[in-house]
């Protein structure tokens, strides 16, 4: 028999942080399995920007997406938590696979690691990334993914959860889906079904 898992993605923009923790917390009541937010730094729709918000303004409320985690971990017992997905380039990973241990523990071994390469270029320039190529990006989410494993084996704390998942965003057939294949547990496409 197959099993079937549901999971909401909560987006942390034009809204306040008290609207979020309750949804947060309507969402897990009604039995869902996995709850996620996003890895941006400012709202990233036009199509979804208030009237009162000039479109195409960084400037509309929005929240830090491991910050949230942490908040999403301690509003929940049940539901796994997760980024669809962390941007790669924005954390050194030593750092990322510590703020992910540091999650899991909060979350008791509920944490899924969703990490990818990163595509908004507006956001690497507002905040002094460099963007480079996708094959930039790409490559440094490879080169990622097993220093992150090795700091979860290695620093203390260990993780609960052990492993913790990996779920790897993106569409790439050549790249990508060789990552996903390589490193992950799960995937997180756009792609339609051909």
């Not at 490559?139 to 609960?160: F, G, M, S, T, Y």
């Not at 990508?176 to 799960?186: I, K, N, P, S």
Request: proline fraction near 7%.
């Amino acid at each position: 028999m197959v099993s079937i898992r549901i999971g909401v993605q909560l987006e942390p923009q034009h809204t306040t942080y008290a609207a979020f923790a309750h949804a947060v917390q309507q969402v897990e009541a009604m039995g869902v399995d996995t709850l996620w937010t996003w890895d941006h730094f400012y709202p990233p729709w036009e199509d979804e920007i208030p009237p009162k918000v000039k479109p195409g303004s960084t400037h509309g409320y929005h929240f830090e997406a491991w910050t949230l985690l942490t908040a999403m971990a301690m509003l929940t017992q049940r539901a796994e938590v997760g980024c669809l997905v962390t941007c790669n380039s924005y954390r050194n990973p030593s750092l990322l696979s510590n703020i992910a241990k540091t999650v899991d523990h909060i979350s008791q071994g509920r944490l899924i690691l969703g990490i990818g390469a990163g595509w908004r270029k507006e956001e690497y320039i507002e905040y002094g990334y460099p963007f480079g190529t996708a094959l930039d990006r790409l490559n440094a989410l490879e080169a990622a993914i097993p220093v992150i494993k090795q700091r979860w084996e290695e620093d203390l704390p260990l993780p609960i959860r052990q492993p913790i998942p990996i779920l790897i965003g993106g569409d790439g057939e050549k790249i990508t889906l060789r990552l996903v294949a390589q490193f992950a547990d799960l995937w997180n496409s756009g792609a339609s079904p051909r």
